[in-house]
């Protein structure tokens, strides 16, 4: 079935470093990708997305690049901030959206120290 | 971008009685609605599909008596945890989809619901 890997966390960075968070999948078809982000006590906000292969969704700073050949979606910003610090959901949409249904990886804790 | 609410934020209730969370979309139409549960420092889970006008579709492992999904309207999708426990403490997140959007990828969520059961 569907699945999606993410690095483990806590990353730890300071502030200005560079970032990026590995996300694999493992999925029949070209399913749509994402990104999303939660703060501390909150739901879940879209970061960005990508639908097909070689397309790169980018939003506030932060790229990811969805490559077929490596089944890879990982997430950069050159340069991150305090207020950052959250933890990073990859998903995906599998073919024929599979009823909408999003897989998630475990999720990237963020820590940006100043 | 839309707006799915969450309501309750936070509650807190005692062993043994029901809770109802809310989830509605303020400002689109959701024929299907998600419901997640996330333990602390970990990924979601996906409990349950809810559909309006017909039965939620459960994901194996949860249980349907349990957690009763009614998705009575386009807009509200509630769950409520009968007869909770301290293990049915967690962060509970629906989320919804604007249908109504062509070429709609995206999936707008709650804020999440913290539900202790002390």
């Known amino acids: 079935g569907n699945s999606v890997t993410q690095m483990e966390g806590p990353v730890t960075l300071s502030e200005e470093a560079f970032l990026t968070i590995n996300c694999t999948y493992t999925?029949?078809?070209?399913?749509?990708l994402f990104w999303y982000v939660q703060y501390p006590g909150e739901g879940l906000q879209l970061l960005l997305k990508?639908?097909?292969?070689?397309d790169k969704g980018s939003n506030k700073g932060f790229e990811a690049t969805y490559r077929k050949e490596t089944t890879s979606f990982h997430l950069e910003k050159g340069s991150v901030q305090v207020s950052d610090s959250a933890v990073y959901f990859c998903?995906?949409?599998?073919?024929?959206?599979?009823?909408?249904?999003?897989?998630f990886g475990q999720g990237t804790e963020l820590s940006v120290k100043p | 971008g839309a707006v799915v609410s969450q309501h309750p934020s936070r509650v807190i209730c005692k062993s043994g009685t029901s809770v109802k969370i809310e989830c509605r979309s303020l400002d689109f139409q959701a024929t299907t609605m998600f419901w997640y549960r996330q333990f602390p420092k970990q990924s979601l889970m996906l409990m349950a599909t809810?559909?309006?006008?017909?039965?939620?579709?459960?994901e194996q492992g949860v249980e349907k008596d349990k957690f009763l999904i009614n998705h009575a309207s386009l807009t509200l999708s509630t769950l409520t945890v009968t007869s909770a426990h301290p293990e049915d403490s967690s962060f509970y997140i629906c989320s919804a989809r604007d249908e109504g959007t062509y070429m709609n990828t995206e999936a707008f969520f709650g804020q999440g619901t913290r539900l202790t059961v002390v």
């Open positions: 809810s559909n309006e006008g017909s039965k939620a579709t459960y």
């Open positions: 999925a029949t078809g070209y399913p749509s």
């Open positions: 990508a639908t097909k292969a070689d």
């Open positions: 998903a995906l949409r599998g073919l024929y959206n599979q009823g909408g249904k999003l897989i």
